[in-house]
């Protein structure tokens, strides 16, 4: 009989990286939410006196995708890239996404398609923007949220942000 492997060849890596050629030193930028600011206080401690890595931040309590108009993180980041060097975004952020997005024509209901759409638009204008410019990006997924209705929300929120953050363009 002959014998037949399930088991799918490996992958070979990617012919290009947008990052580069490893580098000696690397400047990590940690920015999200209120969450982000624990990851980047516990990253910091991490890696205190490792002088190959340095890591800044930018939070913004009750900060998200979902509504702009309070704090705009796709036009802030151009804004942070140009005063920083940034090898690496370590990014947490969706914590306060679990709701309706005002836009001209009035409120997209949280959850729904267009709802779904939009958030993933501005996944996109940021991802595509740090690729831009060289920057690896290391999207860290939301913890569990506690109680049901909100860990329902969060869950929600993550799936999008790993669609997103898993394309290969």
């Known amino acids: 009989g002959e014998l037949r ?10 012919a290009f990286s947008y990052i580069g050629e490893a580098q000696e030193t690397y400047q990590i930028f940690v920015f999200g939410d209120s969450l982000a600011a624990g990851l ?11 002088l190959r890595i340095a890591i800044d931040g930018r939070f913004k ?3 998200g995708l979902a509504r702009p ?4 993180w796709a036009a802030a980041l151009p804004k942070i ?5 940034m090898d690496i975004a370590v990014i947490l952020i969706g914590s306060n996404d679990g709701q309706d997005i005002r836009s001209i024509s009035g409120h997209i209901p949280f959850s729904t398609p267009e709802w779904a759409s939009t ?4 996944l996109d204008s940021i991802i595509s923007f740090l690729k831009s410019q060289g920057v690896a990006i290391y999207w860290v997924e939301l913890p569990p949220m506690g109680p049901a209705p909100l860990e329902a929300e969060a869950q929600y929120v993550a799936t999008i942000q790993r669609d997103r953050a898993m394309r290969e363009k």
């Not at 492997?5 to 990617?14: D, G, L, Q, R, T």
């Not at 108009?69 to 705009?72: I, K, M, N, V």
């Not at 890239?81 to 060097?85: A, F, S």
């Not at 958030?119 to 501005?122: C, G, I, L, T, V």
């Open 5 to 14: 492997s399930n088991v799918a060849p490996k992958a070979s890596p990617p």
């Open 40 to 50: 980047f206080s516990g990253m910091s401690r991490m890696a205190e006196g490792d």
């Open 61 to 63: 309590d009750d900060s």
């Open 69 to 72: 108009e309070f704090y705009d």
């Open 81 to 85: 890239q140009e005063r920083r060097e």
């Open 119 to 122: 958030y993933a638009q501005r």
